[in-house]
């Protein structure tokens, strides 16, 4: 990247690890070898590979939604701190990318508004604007086993725009937003 004219280097590294892909990350997440904590420290080396570096390339991993709920991303201990593994990513990284997977703003007690909300406060409270980036999902995905309220690709594009208007009209007065 160095090496590569300005107009040619890249802007950022989007970070897209699954960790949650294996049975291991259903293993008590407190745990000092859990995957959890294997993953925040591979994040971490790439922090740190890129600040000895010298480069300014924003870090910004790809989250699920549930990093933030679910019991095998809480009490997740790294670097002496216990928290949610959401936590400790966007304490390390420049900005997230929230796999908010929803096919409405609001829907019940879910959709991409309340799935992204504990991101965005958490973000405001460390003091890290436009650093919380939401994801949404607009592929078929009729033969991966996904259910059907995940995907905007059976609603269209003018539903899907008005939904992500929702999203963006609440997010907007908050500074830890960073866009769809």
């Known amino acids: ?13 989007n970070v897209d690890i699954e960790p949650y892909s294996s049975p291991d990350f259903k293993i008590d997440p407190s745990a000092p070898d859990s995957l959890q904590v294997q993953y925040l420290e591979v994040l971490e080396k790439m922090v740190h590979r890129r600040d000895v570096s010298g480069q300014n390339l924003p870090i910004g991993p790809a989250i699920p939604r ?9 009490n997740v201990t790294f670097n002496g701190q216990t928290k949610w593994l959401s936590e400790h990513v966007q304490d390390m990284s420049d900005y997230i990318s929230i796999m908010d997977y929803w096919d409405a703003a609001l829907r019940g007690t879910g959709g991409i508004i309340p799935f992204a909300q504990g991101e965005i406060d958490y973000a405001e409270t460390i003091g890290k604007p436009n650093s919380v980036v939401i994801g949404v999902e607009t592929k078929d995905i009729a033969d991966s086993g996904d259910p059907y309220y995940i995907t905007f690709r059976q609603q269209g594009r003018t539903y899907m725009e008005g939904e992500l208007r929702k999203v963006a009209d609440h997010f907007r007065s908050s500074p830890a937003y960073g866009g769809i």
């Open 1 to 13: 990247n160095i090496a590569s004219d300005p107009d040619e280097r890249f802007d950022g590294v």
């Open 66 to 74: 549930w990093y933030d709920t679910s019991d095998s991303a809480k």
